[in-house]
């Protein structure tokens, strides 16, 4: 039987995953903004421990901080497939296709950033992540209609619109992929706290 982590620590893992990608926010913004970063931003990017931590990037040697703060958000996608897991699972072959488009995501979003110069060798594959995102919120339509029969409504009507909650957090929060994950990471803890799990028929008694 395998084994999957609970459902605390899968919500714990969804919001870890938002909570990051916000953390993430202000100083990705400002580097790719700068004084036209939206004013609520500039305001948390002022906060002193995102000044330590640009002091501490560059006495590490780490002076790409577009690179550094990018690359960075691909934490929240695996946190978000950590999440997701049991539930997916429990979805079939469509849901196992939206977990590995969280893990295709994480992967993504590091080569986009690694290769944002323009001499880079991969520079096509900059904002690549973008098409993921907009990926998995069309795979998540599929998955709800698949699975007509296999989850309950609400649960379907959460995955079709994960494309709606991609586009709108990342108009609210005003960049991607940090925001889409902000809205991502909020639907994958209501998934995790509520979903119907590959593990429910196991432990449910005969």
Avoid: K
């Avoid at 699972?89 to 939206?98: D, E, F, I, K, Q």
């Avoid at 699975?147 to 994960?162: D, S, T, Y």
Wanted: charged fraction near 10%; include cysteine; aromatic fraction near 12%.
């Amino acid at each position: 039987m395998r084994r999957h982590p609970s459902r605390t620590w899968c919500v714990i893992s969804a919001l870890a995953a938002a909570g990051w990608a916000f953390f993430l926010l202000p100083p990705q913004q400002a580097v790719w903004s700068g004084s036209g970063s939206p004013e609520w931003l500039a305001t948390l990017d002022a906060l002193p421990v995102y000044d330590a931590l640009r002091e501490w990037l560059a006495s590490a040697g780490l002076g790409d901080l577009y690179l550094v703060f990018g690359a960075a958000s691909a934490l929240s996608f695996v946190l978000l497939w950590l999440a997701t897991g049991p539930v997916l699972a429990a979805l079939g072959w469509t849901g196992r296709v939206l977990g590995w488009l969280l893990i295709l995501a994480a992967v993504v979003t590091v080569l986009s950033y690694a290769n944002h110069p323009v001499d880079a060798p991969l520079h096509a594959l900059w904002g690549g992540e973008a098409f993921v995102l907009l990926a998995i919120g069309v795979w998540g339509i599929v998955v709800a209609l698949v699975n007509g029969r296999r989850a309950p409504l609400w649960e379907r009507l959460l995955l079709a619109a994960l494309l709606v909650i991609i586009v709108g957090s990342t108009v609210l929060f005003t960049y991607w992929p940090h925001g889409s994950l902000i809205g991502l990471g909020l639907a994958a803890a209501a998934l995790a706290a509520w979903g119907d799990r590959a593990d429910d028929a196991e432990t449910a008694p005969a």
